[in-house]
């Protein structure tokens, strides 16, 4: 096969960030995505439906001439946020609010510190059909990081989807096959994200040979034997797992850091990699339904109307990306080579 063309994707987890960064990163993701369910962790967080939709507007802002790239905003879930906060957003066009255990992963220092008591919020979300979107990690300190994820779902996610079985729960980038199957096993009303580099990589490859920054994201990359079972859903084509890429761009001070930061930023190269990875699977007939059908069918959104084509050509992905305010980007795989092409 040397050209594979799928109807037009969308991303359904996306940190755009703000103020400067958006002009590197709305391109980035306009160019093939029609729509990207934005991930609010800005500082400060967005926490209702006015900060919602201004960060929206900010986003349309950013667009390249011509572009109809749709930012669907989301919610940050704090112990402080009301039923009448949800209520405002709906009513203002936010489909999902997405929950962060605080202390879990960048800039959720503000969020739930006790989940039971977003119960009462829950309910209002199940009412008004707002999706719940979870970052799935417990943060106690005696818990190991390999664990976090496989803890949450026994302390945590077993429980909110018993008690509220209409609410629509999206378990953000899973890494393990506890994750795989949890999700396999529950209702229609949950389904799962996976990013690109969860598929592509394990945690020998932010590990050997020397600790790798840009390969460091969370939940951390797991042994080998997830990264297989995350592969062997997707090669599946079962509609609970849709494409999320969790792109999450970094300055490369702060990647190649003393302390640094979890995340990549896969924009560029993001619906290529998924490609990459279905030919590995044998699967470039199931990348279209992850890409393009599932995401809308599960949030209850139409399916886009057009079409992106692939093309099978190798190319590099740079090695850096420079941007105006000085503090260039190392995107997700620098250096390495990738074997489709988005045609432009
Ligand atoms: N995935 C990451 O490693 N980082 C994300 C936050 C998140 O999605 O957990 C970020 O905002 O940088
Ligand atoms: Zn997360
Ligand atoms: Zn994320």
New binding site residues.
């Given amino acids: 096969m040397t050209t594979l063309t799928i109807q037009t994707p969308d991303d359904w987890?996306l940190?755009l960030r703000d103020g400067d960064m958006l002009p590197e990163t709305v391109p980035a993701t306009a160019r093939c995505f029609k729509r990207a369910i934005v991930?609010p962790?800005l500082v400060p967080p967005v926490t209702n439906a006015e900060m919602a939709m201004a960060y929206r507007q900010r986003i349309l802002d950013a667009r390249p001439e011509g572009s109809d790239f749709d930012p669907l905003v989301t919610l940050y879930l704090t112990n402080d946020t009301s039923a009448q906060d949800i209520i405002e957003a709906k009513a203002a066009g936010v489909v999902a609010a997405k929950l962060y255990p605080a202390g879990?992963?960048?800039?959720s220092s503000a969020a739930v510190k006790q989940l039971e008591a977003m119960y009462p919020v829950f309910e209002v979300m199940e009412q008004q059909g707002m999706l719940l979107l979870v970052?799935g990690e417990v943060t106690d300190h005696h818990i190991d990081i390999f664990d976090r994820e496989k803890e949450f779902i026994d302390q945590k996610m077993v429980h909110i989807v018993k008690r509220f079985p209409d609410l629509k729960v999206v378990f953000?980038?899973i890494t393990t096959a506890d994750a795989a199957q949890f999700v396999s096993d529950a209702s229609d009303k949950v389904a799962a994200t996976i990013t690109p580099q969860h598929l592509l990589l394990n945690r020998n490859d932010l590990l050997v040979g020397g600790v790798r920054p840009h390969n460091f994201?969370?939940p951390v990359l797991k042994r080998n034997t997830h990264q297989e079972a995350l592969r062997r859903v997707v090669q599946s084509g079962s509609p609970k797992f849709f494409l999320g890429t969790?792109s999450?761009p970094?300055a490369k001070e702060a990647k190649e850091n003393a302390c640094g930061?979890?995340?990549?930023y896969s924009a560029w190269s993001a619906i290529e990699l998924y490609a990459h990875v279905f030919e590995e699977l044998d699967a470039l007939d199931k990348l279209e339904g992850f890409a393009s059908h599932y995401g809308p069918d599960f949030y209850g959104l139409e399916r886009n109307s057009g079409t992106i084509t692939l093309v099978r050509e190798d190319w590099t992905i740079p090695d850096e990306i420079d941007l105006p305010n000085g503090k260039p980007i190392v995107p997700f795989f620098a250096g390495q080579t990738v074997h489709w092409k988005l045609q432009s």
Avoid: K, R, V
Wanted: proline share 0%.
């Fill in positions: 987890h940190h991930m962790n879990a992963t960048t800039n970052h953000e980038h994201c969370l969790d999450a970094h930061c979890a995340g990549c």
